[in-house]
């Protein structure tokens, strides 16, 4: 890695991701330095983070509170823009070296798409943005000559599998799952499934609409369909495998039939540090794993019965065109829903699997019908919830 720093936009800078990255930053201060903050909502914590960090630049999405920023920041010397629009144009910047995509669900896609088409590597966190156009976000990278490094802590895992491997092939990898907080219910027992309860999750601490995903075990599902973009595989080389004690974050089987794993204690800062400095692996404080706190590493098969979404996610990856993007939009809302409890955790998955059968499947869709079949799955769901 060069001495020179690496110069940083996170889009999404005050969501756990986000967060977690400065602290990586302040962590690695003579490699990486700051160039761009954004954040949807929360102007408290975006003020505090570019008066700690300095960008050079700051988008705030929610324009009522742009002028709330651009007071506090005016006198720092940073630039302040607000909107979606702004945000597309800011990571266009020549000043970015790398693009770290961390915004929740379908809204990282269109600011990403732009960050690729100006030759931004991307340190992918927003796994949403593989799920609903991975073809087309595929495509351009190759065009443009851009490494799409996963944060996702299973596709990092799977990404340094391959590290001195890529001419051999695949046979399989396994995406190792917690089992999140009902690990072992029944379905009966999750009919009655809190918000708090769902909330609760044994390893990981994440955003709450991840959190929820961990739950119903559609991160999971997600997580299968990013794959199959990110590594090039079918459907029928990707499996899942129920790991509650989150050490092993993902393994890859090659053709003679040998496996490797990626290990490590449970922590986020750890992918998102290697992406980030990526070829390089940067000296780092976090915790060492301790074989000896761990008598076990154990295994189950995840079970369609009581976890319906990722046997969902499975349909929509095999069936293609816009049915992923369907997926993610009717599961977006579901659990907002939920967490607004409006809905039970339940009628999640029966809410996707209804708009996945009235949303039109579209075999080849281009941007435009992307866009279009998410608002309409987002308006099925609140239509029928």
């Not at 976000?137 to 799409?148: H, M, P, W």
């Not at 999140?180 to 044994?202: C, I, S, W, Y």
């Not at 074989?291 to 319906?308: G, R």
């Amino acid at each position: 890695m060069s001495t020179e720093k690496r110069k940083v936009a996170i889009l999404g800078s005050t969501g756990s991701i986000g967060t977690q990255a400065l602290e990586v930053i302040a962590q690695q201060k003579e490699f990486f330095q700051v160039e761009v903050l954004t954040a949807q909502n929360n102007a408290d914590l975006l003020i505090e983070q570019s008066k700690l960090f300095r960008p050079n630049a700051v988008v705030i999405g929610d324009s009522e509170k742009y002028q709330s920023v651009k007071d506090e920041l005016w006198n720092l010397d940073i630039k302040v823009f607000c909107g979606a629009e702004a945000l597309c144009q800011v990571v266009e910047s020549t000043e970015i070296d790398i693009v770290l995509t961390a915004l929740v669900g379908f809204a990282g896609l269109q600011p990403t798409l732009k960050a690729i088409e100006a030759g931004k590597q991307i340190a992918l966190a927003n796994k949403e943005t593989m799920v609903v156009a991975g073809e087309m976000v595929t495509k351009l990278a190759r065009e443009k000559g851009v490494n799409i490094l996963p944060v996702d802590s299973e596709h990092s895992a799977i990404f340094q599998c391959l590290a001195g491997e890529w001419s051999n092939p695949i046979e399989k990898i396994y995406l190792t799952a917690s089992g999140g907080p009902f690990r072992g219910k029944t379905k009966d027992e999750m009919f009655n499934v809190t918000r708090d309860q769902a909330l609760k999750h044994p390893n990981w601490s994440m955003g709450s609409k991840i959190t929820i995903d961990s739950a119903s075990m559609m991160n999971k599902g997600l997580e299968v369909i990013e794959a199959k973009w990110l590594f090039h595989l079918d459907a029928s080389q990707i499996d899942i495998i129920v790991h509650p004690q989150s050490i092993i974050h993902s393994i890859v089987q090659f053709q003679d039939g040998s496996m490797k794993a990626q290990m490590g204690l449970p922590d986020m800062k750890l992918p998102i540090q290697y992406a980030l400095g990526y070829p390089k692996r940067l000296q780092s404080s976090f915790p060492r794993f301790d074989f000896a706190s761990y008598s076990q590493l154990t295994f189950e098969a995840p079970d369609p019965e009581v976890f319906p979404c990722w046997p969902l996610a499975f349909e929509a990856l095999k069936k293609g065109g816009n049915l992923s993007c369907v997926l993610n939009a009717a599961n977006e809302v579901a659990v907002d829903l939920f967490l607004k409890d409006h809905i039970r955790f339940v009628q999640i998955p029966e809410l996707i699997e209804g708009a996945m059968s009235s949303v039109k499947h579209i075999v080849t869709p281009d941007l435009s019908d992307l866009l279009s079949s998410d608002l309409e799955a987002r308006e099925w769901v609140r239509s029928n919830s």
